[in-house]
């Protein structure tokens, strides 16, 4: 049997003490530490959740990292406004992703992951070589500070993520991978996806959801196991290609409403978790 290291998306956005307090309360031993906001990146801070990750004994798996400006979550303004991919945004956002990094460093924390955005499914097209470009640049900055980059899945189809990951063509390069993103996106589904770029992921993203109804909008966000990822045999699929990291809870909805969806998922998870053997 394994044991289930399980964790949780938290925000700092929720102020420093009460994310952890939060993850701590909840019974998760680790969490991913999530922010749009890099004024967080600071000593004070850095030192703040070194304290009570002692005092909790959490372990952080990665930095989140987001970037401030709009960002709209859909298929019409997405593109030009999610990630790096957009050229207005990008050099500030890539300086944004280097704070990430040092913050990440301070916390004594291996990676950092954000959304790339809409990467380009045609590699001739003229915004692709830059793009390529400026994330081999991250992926550099990262390596040199002993960090992974990880991609979070979501608006790219796994096969432009898999050629994304080559044409950096560095070995510090991996994938948090969130089946629920790659479902809600319309992109693919999240079990048959682990197939095309299983061999990079360094996290998951324990979600459910269902496809887009629309060319618009985002597909809905489901309770886990209410939804089309198929929770059982993606974790199983993980396992059997050899993920031995932690299963990361991530829940997008608010307040009371996600506590109770957040006990609820992890209850679910550790059940699914604790009746599954390595596959050799
Ligand atoms: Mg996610």
């Not at 059982?232 to 993980?238: G, I």
């Amino acid at each position: 049997m394994i044991a289930p290291l399980i964790g949780l998306v938290t925000k700092l956005e929720e102020g420093i003490g009460s994310a952890l307090q939060k993850v701590h309360e909840l019974g998760f031993p680790t969490c991913q530490i999530s922010t749009y906001d890099p004024s967080y990146f600071t000593d004070t801070n850095a030192t703040k959740i070194l304290e009570l990750c002692d005092i909790y004994n959490i372990q952080i798996t990665t930095l989140w990292a987001g970037w401030p400006g709009k960002v709209v979550w859909d298929f019409i303004e997405g593109p030009a406004t999610v990630g790096l991919v957009p050229i207005a945004t990008r050099q500030e956002r890539c300086e944004i992703m280097k704070h990430a990094s040092d913050f990440a460093t301070k916390l004594h924390v291996d990676s950092i992951t954000t959304h790339i955005g809409f990467i380009p499914e045609n590699p001739t097209d003229p915004l692709y070589p830059g793009l390529v470009s400026d994330l081999r640049d991250l992926a550099l900055y990262c390596k040199n500070r002993g960090q992974f980059f990880c991609f979070e899945t979501g608006q790219e189809t796994p096969v432009t993520l898999l050629r994304t990951i080559e044409d950096i063509g560095e070995d510090n390069v991996g994938v948090n991978f969130d089946g629920a993103n790659l479902i809600l996106y319309g992109k693919a589904n999240a079990v048959d996806a682990l197939s095309i770029v299983g061999r990079y992921v360094r996290g998951v993203h324990v979600k459910d959801g269902l496809y887009p109804t629309d060319g618009r909008d985002l597909g809905r966000e489901t309770n886990l196991g209410e939804g089309k990822v198929n929770v059982p045999l993606f974790l199983s699929t993980l396992i059997s290609i050899g993920y031995r990291g932690p299963f990361t809870i991530e829940r997008e909805t608010m307040g009371l409403e996600q506590l109770e969806d957040i006990k609820r998922s992890k209850d679910y998870l550790v059940k699914l978790l604790s009746g599954l053997t390595p596959i050799h």
